[in-house]
């Protein structure tokens, strides 16, 4: 979404992002639960039939078969794998690390999208800007502690989840002025929800109680749901106001962390964190560039 076409309505920009990384991390608390029971897989087919069924409710309606006419088509379909891979990457993550880690660790995302911009896109990068990247990452090593054992692979899946997401992003600034919204929106949940549809089926586990069914049903809604919500936000607020109450999200994480799995972040997550998020406050105060930090 380009940040120079919002309604100057900044309070509810904020509001709708808010809302979208509670989604975000409800979401997530949810595949970390229903991965204690059954094949993760499942889980992430349910993210993405939840989340096409909830875009087609929502767009078929009112654009009918237009939404499969996508100017760059395969582009769109590569985008929509990439999110895909993304997601595989952190929910298998959740299986090895707590909440809060993963999304102290993904939130390197804003960093991974100045660098890649400068690789596949050809932007310039400031001497300060390039100082703040390398304070992020050396925020991320104090997460990780390299060497340890005490996040391990956990991380590399996240770090892995978060490049995804960040080409993920700039394939998104790349159609935005190609594809109308609807379009895009429609793409993101289908090629997912078409691969997962070959996969399901072959490693189904029936949920057992209302509560993981339940669980399997708003895990998609909420993920739909969140996508929606930052596209909101954009809508009435320019990307340099409401970027950085994406953050927020840490807190959610903490939370549902805490609620349900009785963890709690180490002092190195906490320090770690902190530079990570004050690195991509930073950057994402210098630009107008919207971090999609969903999976």
């Known amino acids: 979404m380009d940040g120079s076409r919002h309604s100057d309505v900044p309070l509810k920009g904020i509001f709708y992002m808010c809302l979208a990384v509670a989604l975000i991390a409800c979401q997530e608390a949810m595949a970390k639960y229903l991965g204690q029971y059954l094949p993760m897989l499942q889980v992430i087919g349910a993210r993405y039939f939840g989340h096409l069924l909830l875009m087609a409710v929502v767009l078929l309606?009112?654009?009918?078969?237009?939404?499969?006419?996508?100017?760059?088509?395969?582009?769109?379909?590569?985008?929509?794998?990439?999110?895909?891979?993304?997601?595989?990457?952190?929910?298998?993550?959740?299986?090895?690390?707590?909440?809060?880690?993963?999304?102290?660790?993904?939130?390197?995302?804003?960093?991974?999208?100045?660098?890649?911009?400068?690789?596949?896109?050809?932007?310039?990068?400031?001497?300060?800007?390039?100082?703040?990247v390398a304070i992020g990452f050396a925020g991320m090593l104090v997460i990780i502690r390299p060497g340890s054992d005490a996040i391990g692979y956990g991380a590399l899946l996240t770090f892995g989840s978060a490049a995804c997401a960040s080409i993920f992003n700039i394939i998104t600034r790349k159609l935005a002025g190609e594809d109308p919204l609807p379009v895009t929106m429609f793409y993101t949940a289908l090629a997912g929800a078409v691969i997962m549809l070959l996969i399901?089926?072959?490693?189904?586990?029936?949920?057992?109680?209302?509560?993981?069914?339940?669980?399997?049903?708003?895990?998609?809604?909420?993920?739909?749901?969140?996508?929606?919500?930052?596209?909101?936000?954009?809508?009435?607020?320019?990307?340099?106001?409401?970027?950085?109450?994406?953050?927020?999200?840490?807190?959610?994480?903490?939370?549902f962390g805490y609620l349900l799995f009785g963890a709690l972040p180490d002092r190195f997550t906490v320090i770690g964190g902190l530079i990570v998020i004050g690195s991509g406050i930073y950057l994402l105060s210098r630009q107008r560039v919207k971090a999609d930090l969903t999976v």
């Open 61 to 132: 309606p009112r654009h009918g078969l237009g939404l499969f006419k996508a100017k760059r088509p395969l582009v769109q379909v590569g985008r929509s794998v990439l999110l895909l891979i993304d997601t595989v990457l952190f929910f298998f993550s959740l299986t090895l690390i707590g909440l809060a880690e993963a999304t102290a660790i993904f939130f390197s995302v804003p960093l991974l999208v100045v660098l890649l911009s400068v690789l596949l896109l050809g932007e310039k990068l400031e001497w300060t800007r390039l100082l703040v």
């Open 200 to 255: 399901v089926p072959f490693i189904w586990a029936s949920p057992a109680g209302w509560q993981q069914w339940a669980a399997l049903l708003l895990i998609g809604i909420a993920g739909g749901a969140a996508h929606s919500c930052i596209i909101a936000s954009h809508l009435f607020a320019p990307a340099s106001t409401v970027a950085p109450f994406m953050y927020s999200q840490i807190f959610w994480a903490l939370g």
